[in-house]
């Protein structure tokens, strides 16, 4: 992905003019603190960024596909919140390699093949996210507008076949990425994995606007217009909806997917407005970088947040997540009882055993060995 390489720059950039002032105490001190945001700050924030959105979507995973367990059958929001889940869990997998890089400077020790697929997984994780929002709103454009038309359309059958060419138009989105992702050498003469395009002068550029428009501008407005409609039809419909439950479920499965899609783009909105102001600047200063890796920190904090989205603004997920993990809290509790029923019914034969003794007669010592 783009900010692999503009990441990568900015680091040799700010480490060679850092090394060519070391003689000035305040060009020291600079050097010092750029070490220390990028090997000790921002490396401790990504793990932390993992580490709670790695539980998080494994858990709403878990749920969803124990969910069949209780003859609960999937329904078209679980397939989308599913997907969105494993993409989101796919994307975090790449950050151990993004905090191995920050910690070594750019420098990449796991061959062409690995640059090749975690940069490919890494950009096709957050089209495929992007997509995945967008078809989440036009599911609920037509189960809040449309609720007896659509029945027929909104089926888990149909739910898969969307997702699946979801899936494959990422894959297609990001085919400069598949080909032109390998290792770049490095002043110091280790190599660092990066987008290598033919033309970097004016292919960055192009790739960049593309990346923007595809993966960000499109699907912001097509979202914000489809949104525009479901509340311009909630504020102006006065024919209820066939059930009072079914309303009510519409609404708050819409205003999840809302708060999903507003998260999505307050996350990501940064890093792309950053992406293009890079174009313009042609040696970034310390600031910009410590902005920009935020941005990028921000953007990652997209895949911690959604499954506390899930579970903080679902009632549904709540039990069903209950459900899923009661078994379990049941099954400790009965193991607890029995080794607790065990060691009550010890002393009793224990009693019963030294009841041959007189009261003054004590058991035989044991010998240690």
Not at 162 to 185: A, D, H, K, R
Request: glycine share 4%.
């Amino acid at each position: 992905m783009e900010r692999w390489n503009a990441r990568q720059e900015n680091s040799s950039h700010f480490s060679a003019s850092q090394n060519g002032s070391r003689g000035r105490s305040q060009h020291q001190l600079g050097s010092d603190q750029f070490t220390l945001y990028t090997n000790v700050i921002m490396p401790s924030v990504f793990g932390v960024i993992s580490f709670l959105g790695v539980t998080g979507n494994c858990i709403i995973i878990y749920t969803i596909v124990r969910k069949t367990k209780f003859r609960c059958k999937h329904t078209v929001p679980d397939i989308f919140i599913f997907n969105l889940s494993l993409v989101d869990l796919l994307f975090l997998l790449g950050m151990p390699f993004l905090i191995h890089q920050l910690v070594g400077n750019g420098t990449w020790h796991f061959g062409a093949a690995m640059c090749t697929i975690i940069t490919t997984l890494d950009s096709n994780s957050q089209i495929t996210s992007t997509y995945i929002l967008t078809v989440m709103s036009f599911d609920r454009y037509l189960a809040t507008v449309h609720p007896l038309k659509s029945t027929c359309v909104r089926t888990p059958s149909v739910a898969t076949l969307v997702i699946g060419l979801v899936w494959l138009m990422s894959f297609l989105t990001i085919v400069p990425v598949w080909l032109y992702t390998g290792l770049m050498p490095l002043p110091d003469g280790t190599v660092g994995c990066a987008l290598l395009l033919p033309n970097p002068t004016t292919d960055i550029y192009w790739f960049t606007l593309y990346q923007f428009v595809v993966a960000f501008a499109i699907p912001l407005i097509v979202i914000c217009i489809i949104y525009f409609k479901i509340l311009q039809h909630m504020s102006t419909s006065v024919a209820p909806l066939p059930q009072r439950n079914l309303r009510m479920r519409t609404r708050k499965v819409t205003r999840m997917a809302v708060a999903i899609c507003s998260t999505f783009f307050i996350c990501w909105g940064p890093y792309y407005i950053f992406q293009l102001a890079h174009l313009g600047i042609e040696k970034p200063s310390l600031t910009f970088f410590y902005t920009y890796s935020l941005a990028i920190s921000l953007g990652y904090a997209n895949s911690c947040i959604n499954p506390f989205l899930y579970i903080a603004l679902s009632e549904t997920f709540k039990r069903q997540f209950l459900m899923t993990v009661r078994p379990t809290l049941q099954q400790f509790r009965m193991n607890n009882s029995n080794t607790s029923i065990k060691l009550s019914s010890e002393p009793t034969q224990q009693m019963r055993f030294t009841g041959d003794f007189s009261q003054n007669s004590l058991p035989a010592p044991v010998a240690v060995h």
